[in-house]
């Protein structure tokens, strides 16, 4: 029996299984308040297949929500720390998921056995969060992907318990499989048309980040008639430009990563570039390295100034890169005029790194073509000009040329569009500052104002 096989099979017996029990011990319901209750009659679930730390837009729904104030019921795995608000907010109550066993999550079973398993694991506890654990609700807001199982068990759970049921896509699900198991398999195409008929069945409402995406689930092979509206995502309040030059030389000086280099960096004799990515295959950190290299020895030549490039994040490829690091460093291909180092900063740390920085790199990679960075949004909020990989039909949506980032597609782009910013012309620091004045205006464009004039209305919180 193939892999792809006893996935579906698991997750449709699961469904089954679940439903079933369901049925039996039905859910409690959502009742309709009186009209005169006030916003705090609104409340909604938001789900999160996923570490609920590491979903900043879902994050900022359930803040959105509260500050009207909403009852939100945030679900997913407590793995990161949350945004700081989240756990202060008397109307916020999280929900952590009970992770899969860890030996179902290691490779010390065979798939045939842990695949299932953690499957029906999964069904289990999502029904368990979404119908009995949180109370009924006036809506359900689900993010996608992940799409399977997580928008059939939305919509069974909405239909049983009365609640209007929204999806927020961020992506595609189908897409990124494609990007790790190949557009030709089996399961991309099933995986599609899951997708579709979800969209198409699932929700009162749905939400896209990008008008590129909007158009994309209006047409073919989604055809979703149901009402979608574009939420562009716009950075919260912890991301701000820097207020004075004291403030940054403090931060660095504070910083264990950025400590020996402080001075240097505040006088302009160090750059300091800042990436941020989940070090996984859709965000190739390779480009970035590769351009590192060549700056490197392009330096040697020239009298522009040493980097140091922080790299933040988690994910599969870490320890990877950070090995090829090491082995670049003790080649000389690195070092002296570049030095790289990967971090794990808190959230207060990580938006103080960036208003601090010279540049911000992002490599994200868009699977489905359609959707857009949450990193490049956080740079702009913190007034940091960006060098982003443009190669996806949205990328025009967020970053535009030579106004408050630039694009490239190649190392060599990257390299190039590093040498001129940081070179010790006054064309590259003029290009360098007029970027910097372009995403100090998109720092202007708040979330809060976007979610209230897009989602507000919909949720019944503001008018017009």
Same mark, same amino acid.
């Given at each position: 029996? %193939?892999?792809?096989?006893?996935?579906?099979?698991?997750?449709?017996?699961?469904?089954?299984?679940?439903?079933?029990?369901?049925?039996?011990?039905?859910?409690?319901?959502?009742?309709?308040?009186?009209?005169?209750?006030?916003?705090?009659?609104?409340? *909604?679930?938001?789900?999160?297949?996923?570490?609920?730390?590491?979903?900043?837009?879902?994050?900022?729904?359930?803040?959105?929500?509260?500050?009207?104030?909403?009852?939100?019921?945030?679900?997913? &795995?407590?793995?990161?720390?949350?945004?700081?608000?989240?756990?202060?907010?008397?109307?916020?109550?999280?929900?952590?998921?009970?992770?899969?066993?860890?030996?179902?999550?290691?490779? %010390?079973?065979?798939?045939?056995?842990?695949?299932?398993?953690?499957?029906?694991?999964?069904?289990?506890?999502?029904?368990?969060?979404?119908?009995?654990?949180?109370?009924?609700?006036?809506?359900?807001? @689900?993010?996608?992907?992940?799409?399977?199982?997580?928008?059939?068990?939305?919509? @069974?759970?909405?239909?049983?318990?009365?609640?209007?049921?929204?999806?927020?896509?961020?992506?595609?699900?189908?897409?990124?499989?494609?990007?790790?198991?190949?557009?030709?398999?089996?399961?991309?195409?099933? %995986?599609?048309?899951?997708?579709?008929?979800?969209?198409?069945?699932?929700?009162?409402?749905?939400?896209? *980040?990008?008008?590129?995406?909007?158009?994309?689930?209006?047409?073919?092979? &989604? &055809?979703?008639?149901?009402?979608?509206?574009?939420?562009?995502?716009?950075?919260?309040?912890?991301?701000?430009?820097?207020?004075?030059?004291?403030?940054?030389?403090?931060?660095?000086?504070?910083?264990?990563?950025?400590?020996?280099?402080?001075?240097?960096?505040?006088?302009?004799?160090?750059?300091?570039?800042?990436?941020?990515?989940?070090?996984?295959?859709? !965000?190739?950190?390779?480009?970035?390295?590769?351009?590192?290299?060549?700056?490197?020895?392009?330096?040697?030549?020239?009298?522009?100034?040493?980097?140091?490039?922080?790299?933040?994040?988690?994910?599969?490829?870490?320890?990877?890169?950070?090995?090829?690091?090491?082995?670049?460093?003790?080649?000389?291909?690195?070092?002296?005029?570049?030095?790289?180092?990967?971090?794990?900063?808190?959230?207060?740390?990580?938006?103080?790194?960036?208003?601090?920085?010279?540049?911000?790199?992002?490599?994200?990679?868009?699977? %489905?073509?359609?959707?857009?960075?949450?990193? @490049? @949004?956080?740079?702009?909020?913190?007034?940091?000009?960006?060098?982003?990989?443009?190669? &996806?039909?949205?990328?025009?949506?967020?970053?535009?040329?030579?106004?408050?980032?630039?694009?490239? !597609?190649?190392?060599?782009?990257?390299?190039?569009?590093?040498?001129?910013?940081?070179?010790?012309?006054?064309?590259?620091?003029?290009?360098?500052?007029?970027?910097?004045?372009?995403?100090?205006?998109?720092?202007?464009?708040?979330?809060?104002?976007?979610?209230?004039?897009?989602?507000?209305?919909?949720?019944?919180?503001?008018?017009?």
């Amino acid at each position: 029996m %193939s892999p792809l096989t006893i996935i579906l099979s698991s997750t449709l017996c699961g469904l089954l299984i679940a439903t079933a029990i369901v049925v039996l011990f039905l859910p409690s319901r959502y009742e309709k308040r009186s009209t005169t209750a006030g916003n705090g009659s609104v409340s *909604v679930q938001i789900l999160v297949l996923g570490d609920i730390g590491r979903s900043p837009r879902m994050q900022y729904h359930a803040l959105s929500i509260a500050r009207h104030g909403g009852v939100v019921h945030l679900i997913g &795995y407590h793995e990161s720390p949350p945004h700081p608000d989240l756990l202060t907010s008397p109307t916020i109550t999280i929900h952590p998921l009970t992770p899969p066993p860890r030996v179902l999550r290691s490779s %010390s079973i065979p798939f045939v056995v842990a695949g299932p398993l953690k499957v029906l694991w999964q069904v289990a506890t999502l029904f368990q969060a979404l119908g009995y654990t949180t109370p009924a609700s006036t809506w359900l807001l @689900v993010q996608n992907p992940p799409s399977i199982p997580t928008l059939a068990i939305a919509l @069974v759970v909405s239909i049983l318990r009365n609640t209007r049921l929204m999806i927020d896509w961020h992506n595609y699900g189908w897409t990124i499989l494609a990007g790790t198991k190949g557009p030709t398999h089996p399961f991309v195409a099933i %995986s599609k048309a899951y997708e579709c008929a979800m969209g198409q069945a699932a929700p009162t409402a749905n939400v896209t *980040v990008t008008h590129a995406m909007r158009r994309e689930l209006q047409g073919p092979p &989604y &055809y979703i008639e149901s009402p979608i509206v574009t939420l562009h995502d716009r950075p919260a309040s912890i991301f701000r430009p820097l207020t004075s030059p004291a403030e940054r030389e403090s931060f660095l000086a504070s910083l264990a990563e950025t400590k020996p280099f402080a001075a240097s960096i505040v006088a302009g004799k160090t750059r300091l570039v800042v990436s941020s990515t989940s070090w996984t295959p859709d !965000e190739d950190f390779s480009l970035l390295l590769d351009a590192l290299v060549s700056y490197a020895a392009a330096a040697d030549n020239s009298p522009s100034p040493p980097i140091l490039a922080i790299i933040t994040g988690k994910g599969p490829q870490k320890a990877r890169y950070e090995a090829e690091v090491r082995a670049l460093e003790k080649a000389g291909r690195l070092l002296p005029r570049v030095r790289i180092q990967t971090a794990w900063l808190s959230l207060p740390d990580y938006a103080s790194l960036l208003r601090c920085a010279d540049l911000g790199v992002c490599l994200h990679k868009s699977s %489905s073509g359609v959707d857009l960075p949450m990193k @490049v @949004v956080d740079m702009f909020g913190s007034g940091l000009p960006v060098a982003a990989y443009a190669g &996806y039909a949205s990328f025009g949506e967020l970053v535009r040329e030579g106004e408050n980032g630039r694009g490239f !597609e190649t190392a060599d782009e990257l390299a190039g569009i590093l040498a001129r910013l940081f070179g010790t012309g006054a064309d590259g620091e003029a290009e360098l500052a007029r970027l910097r004045r372009g995403a100090e205006r998109e720092s202007e464009l708040r979330w809060d104002e976007e979610w209230d004039r897009v989602l507000g209305r919909i949720f019944g919180f503001t008018t017009g």
